[in-house]
């Protein structure tokens, strides 16, 4: 593991594989931090496939610091990637990404075009009702909690702990924002995830898919998947000019059965634990 400074944020990462192979950034969904089950076996995998995987936490996620001052939390995660990569120094690069990693890639890659080689994609969050809910996931919770109690009651949400249990400093970020400021950030950062019939992907246009001419493998949702509708998916592969739609390596109601299982790092449990399935199907269409 490693830290590095990144638009005033320090970020922590890790590098699978050898130095000298090309790089591909791995990227999660949720607020799950880079060794959740699946990430870093599927990342072996793909080092066994020839490639450098890169694993980093996210704002807010894992062991990175947090701020407050983007416009959303998908434009901070997505500047931070390109922040990340620029300097760590990394040209050509391969992004893979499932749920918010894939909305994550997608931004990140429409601000550095010329340095994606290929990307895939799967699990992308859409659909007014799956859009609402991640408004109130990521930013309902805080806004109750600062109205009722300031920024004590929000360092106390479960949905801190692990953040600030990786990073004490993280519980001092948060109490130190104003709670009246605070909430009137999670209001505009829950907006951001308004649904658009202009847009599949919150933060993302038409004019920005139409700058990811480099190949990408766009994984069709499952029709049970109401958090990554199929609709979706198949409106992104519609906008991208060079996609390639597939199948993914499991059945319809996937999501519906990852959703049960038990988040539990140690025991390497979690919604993540099956993606080590799409190595194959990954190499074949990221490899040269």
């Excluded at 969904?29 to 793909?46: F, Q």
Aim: with cysteine.
């Amino acid at each position: 593991m490693a830290k590095i400074d990144v638009n005033g944020l320090t970020l922590d990462y890790e590098f699978l594989g050898d130095e000298n192979a090309p790089p591909l950034v791995l990227t999660p969904g949720g607020r799950y931090p880079r060794n959740t089950a699946g990430l870093p076996e599927l990342g072996e995998k793909l080092v066994e496939g020839g490639f450098r995987v890169l694993l980093w936490d996210r704002p807010g996620c894992g062991a990175s610091d947090i701020a407050f001052t983007a416009p959303s939390e998908s434009v901070m995660n997505c500047e931070a990637l390109v922040g990340l990569i620029q300097a760590l120094e990394l040209k050509n690069v391969t992004l893979a990404g499932g749920s918010a990693g894939s909305r994550i890639s997608l931004m990140a890659a429409a601000r550095m075009p010329d340095n994606v080689r290929k990307m895939a994609i799967w699990w992308i969050s859409g659909g007014p009702v799956s859009l609402a809910g991640l408004a109130w996931f990521y930013c309902g919770d805080q806004i109750s909690a600062a109205s009722k109690g300031g920024m004590e009651a929000v360092v106390q949400l479960p949905s801190w702990a692990d953040q600030i249990s990786r990073n004490p400093k993280i519980r001092d970020i948060l109490l130190a924002q104003d709670a009246d400021e605070y909430i009137a950030t999670m209001q505009k950062w829950g907006k951001a995830f308004a649904y658009s019939d202009d847009s599949p992907v919150p933060g993302m246009t038409e004019a920005d898919f139409a700058k990811l001419t480099m190949p990408i493998m766009t994984f069709r949702s499952g029709k049970s998947d109401m958090a990554h509708t199929r609709e979706t998916s198949e409106w992104v592969h519609r906008l991208l000019p060079n996609s390639t739609m597939v199948e993914p390596p499991w059945g319809d109601q996937e999501w519906n059965y990852v959703s049960t299982f038990p988040v539990d790092t140690e025991k390497r449990r979690g919604r993540f634990e099956r993606w080590p399935l799409l190595a194959p199907m990954l190499l074949d269409f990221l490899k040269d």
